[in-house]
C-alpha cells in the first residue's frame, strides 16, 4: 500500500473526463460506493487508483 502522500486525488469533473461519463455518473459511482472517494468539505475527493480498480472490474464483468 502507498503511503496516502503518493496518492493521488482526482475531482468528480477529472474522473468524468478519465471514464468520458457525465459528473453526474460520478456522483451516482461515489454515492452508490462502488466508487471509493474522500469527502473535502462540500466536494468530492477520488483516489486514482480507485478509478483504475473501478474500471478494471467494469472491463472484466463486460469481457
Not at 452508490?32 to 483516489?47: A, H, N, Q
Request: hydrophobic share 45%; charged share 25%; net charge positive.
Amino acid at each position: 500500500m502507498s503511503s496516502l502522500s503518493e496518492v493521488r486525488f482526482l475531482t468528480v469533473a477529472e474522473v468524468a473526463a478519465i471514464m468520458r461519463v457525465s459528473k453526474m455518473t460520478v456522483y451516482r459511482l461515489v454515492h452508490s460506493g462502488e466508487l471509493t472517494s474522500v469527502r473535502v468539505g462540500r466536494s468530492f475527493r477520488v483516489p486514482e487508483r480507485a478509478v483504475h480498480e473501478y474500471l478494471r472490474g467494469a472491463f472484466t464483468e463486460a469481457g
